[in-house]
């Protein structure tokens, strides 16, 4: 089976491409709007993208009106934010973030989140994360409907057991991050793991 997203299904791009380009990490992001507000937002079109600079994207989209949301709308103010990632203990706290709340209502407090204060942006981290990446935008890329940021990753924070000193790496097998599958409501957990060496 063919689909054409340039026409019979291009109003079913999101949903299509959303079930079957998974599982993909959830950002969930903190932003400082002018009036100094803390927003919290979760988004799962996100990712790394290279190591030197560090830099990851996210592409947070517009309201069903055509208007940017908060996070968008922030970071183009401000060009800072934190990416907190989202493990199995914080998944609900995550799914409560994406309420659409009236302007100016704070996303954590209807989570039951706190904050941790960054180390070089504005923006605060999420106390309860066990990473969070301070970001500052190096640009946006306006592509049709869609809006791509691209952070420099300034900072990383993490839980002092998911970090070996000695070997510095990230203990994998202690981070159970979330990830987020098939539109609208699904996602998975990242327990069941396999090992397999690359080829030298």
């Known amino acids: 089976m063919e689909l054409d997203l340039e026409g019979r299904f291009a109003a079913r791009a999101y949903p299509i491409l959303a079930s079957l380009v998974t599982p993909r990490p959830i950002a969930l992001i903190t932003t400082v709007g ?3 507000v803390v927003n919290a937002a979760p988004f799962s079109f996100f ?3 290279g190591a030197n600079p560090p830099i990851l994207a996210v592409a947070p989209g517009d309201r069903d009106d ?9 970071i183009r103010l401000t060009h800072e934010f ?22 100016g209502v704070s996303e954590l407090a209807h989570a ?8 070089v942006v504005r923006p605060p981290r999420i106390a309860e994360a066990p990473v969070s990446l301070e970001c ?16 420099l990753v300034k900072r990383i924070h993490l839980r002092d057991e998911l970090f ?20 609208p409501h699904w996602y998975c957990r990242t327990r069941d793991r396999f090992e397999m060496a690359r080829p030298e």
């Open 82 to 103: 934190v990416v907190n990632l989202v493990d199995e203990p914080l998944a609900e706290a995550m799914n409560r973030c994406a309420a659409p709340l009236p302007y």
């Open 136 to 151: 500052t935008e190096w640009g946006t890329l306006e592509i049709g409907g869609n809006r791509v940021v691209i952070g």
């Open 47 to 49: 990712n790394v993208l």
């Open 112 to 119: 039951g989140l706190s904050t941790a204060v960054s180390s």
């Open 66 to 74: 055509d208007t940017p949301k908060d996070t968008a709308r922030n």
């Open 164 to 183: 070996d000193a000695g070997t510095q790496r990230v203990r994998g097998d202690q981070l159970f991050l979330i990830g987020r599958m098939a539109s």
């Open 34 to 36: 002018p009036d100094g």
